[in-house]
């Protein structure tokens, strides 16, 4: 009978698990935002976490409008709209090949797609996103690269050049500022980004020239038995 | 002395050639060599039969001291017999608790920023790093930085004034990651950091970018 009992709850507790964080919502909101966003957030909220989108995000857009003191129209109208890029995100994500995606990939597409990257690169830069890199950070910088005035095209092929030659995850996250310091010294962001792209086809510091990034082969060494 | 040999005289060496058999130039070279093999290579030691006694004797006091006994009979692998009798039901009942607190478990391990004050959210919490923001406000009367790291809450982090400069700093501790902030200017305006990249709010303004990278982490 215990065991029963035991097994009934763990079962309903897996099931309700996915809705908690809908369910934090009011919680999160109270006291941060107006009546009439609370309201209109835990609808959009709700209706997110039951297409299996991360509620977090909208959230924090929605406490961030307010701290802001942005109307509460527009505040409405971007988390409503952030959740529409969320779903959008979440279709790439998966075009990826990643069934299940966490809330933080997801939010890292949709920031991409909201700097203008289109749901292919988006795909194909998780793809290439493979450990050490966390995808949803990739996606980041991409969109940050892009918010900077780096063509979208030249920013998604900065980032994926990075990760095919083996840059580490620090320097792919010291992109964004590298082209601002580029642009302080009067370069435009793609002339910034071509230069980075330039430097980033060299081995890495303190490798050899023949060095070739982890997983991939290296040329056979013909001098060699 | 030499560090290397030639080829001939690593065969001489080896066996494979005598002494004659090298060209005249190489021979003072494997003279040398075989001198310096010669010495090193010494006739055997011979034991002393009460060495292997005294080696025994010490293993068998180190194998009969208590410690060692009851580590030993822990340790020694046995024959169990268990005999279970049960209903199937449950066999089917405790598979499925198994799995349900797996997926549970799978469930919370995913990232999933909580509510709450100094929630640090967008971030893969690897690693924090200690993150300085600087601010130039003359005149200002209080300065905050506010964003993702916590929550938008203009409250929680203010910027101290260094000296009478009108320069106002303060230090954080960030996950790895890249974050969006502002700094909150007398409790109210909200101005882009100068010196960092900015990107769209969504509100028709701008959040500042910062990326925080992992101790150790270079950049190009």
Do not use: C
Not at chain 2, 147 to 174: H, K
Request: glycine share 10%; no cysteine; aromatic share 4%.
């Amino acid at each position: 009978m215990r065991t029963t009992g035991l097994t009934v709850g763990l079962v309903l507790a897996t099931l309700f698990a996915g809705g908690l964080a809908a369910q934090d919502v009011p919680l999160r909101l109270d006291g941060r935002v107006s009546p009439e966003v609370q309201r209109a957030v835990r609808r959009i909220a709700a209706d997110a976490a039951a297409r299996d989108l991360p509620v977090d995000p909208l959230v924090q857009k929605a406490i961030e409008g307010a701290a802001k003191g942005v109307p509460a129209e527009r505040v409405i109208a971007a988390v409503r709209a952030l959740a529409a890029r969320l779903g959008e995100a979440r279709e790439a994500v998966r075009d990826a090949g990643v069934a299940a995606p966490s809330g933080h990939l997801v939010e890292g597409g949709a920031d991409a797609l909201n700097a203008g990257l289109s749901g292919r690169q988006v795909a194909d830069l998780v793809r290439a996103s493979q450990p050490p890199y966390d995808a949803a950070l990739t996606l980041q910088v991409a969109a940050t690269l892009a918010a900077l005035g780096v063509p979208t095209g030249q920013a998604f092929q900065l980032v994926q050049g990075m990760i095919s030659a083996g840059r580490s995850p620090s320097d792919l996250l010291g992109l964004p500022g590298q082209v601002q310091a580029g642009v302080a010294r009067g370069a435009t962001p793609a002339q910034a980004a071509a230069g980075l792209a330039r430097a980033a086809g060299g081995a890495p510091p303190g490798r050899l020239p023949d060095w070739v990034p982890p997983g991939q082969r290296k040329p056979r060494n013909p001098h060699k038995p | 002395m030499k560090t290397g040999y030639h080829a001939l005289v690593k065969r001489l060496l080896d066996g494979e050639l005598t002494l004659a058999e090298l060209p005249p130039e190489l021979r003072a070279e494997g003279e040398e060599a075989l001198r310096l093999v010669g010495a090193a290579d010494r006739a055997p030691v011979a034991l002393s039969p009460a060495l292997d006694e005294r080696v025994m004797a010490a293993v068998r006091r180190h194998a009969g001291a208590p410690a060692n006994r009851v580590w030993r009979w822990l340790n020694t692998p046995r024959d169990v017999e268990l005999r279970l009798r049960v209903r199937p039901w449950t066999v089917w009942a405790g598979g499925l608790a198994a799995a349900a607190a797996l997926a549970l478990l799978l469930g919370r391990a995913a990232p999933a920023p909580q509510p709450g004050p100094g929630t640090q959210a967008r971030a893969g919490t690897r690693d924090s790093v200690l993150v300085r923001f600087v601010l130039y406000a003359p005149g200002a009367r209080r300065v905050a930085v506010a964003g993702t790291f916590n929550q938008w809450d203009r409250t929680i982090a203010p910027l101290v004034p260094a000296g009478t400069s009108g320069v106002w700093t303060t230090t954080l501790a960030l996950p790895v990651g890249q974050h969006q902030y502002a700094f909150v200017v007398d409790g109210a305006r909200w101005i882009v950091d100068p010196a960092a990249p900015a990107v769209d709010d969504g509100f028709g303004r701008r959040n500042s970018v910062v990326a925080v990278s992992a101790p150790g982490g270079h950049t190009l």
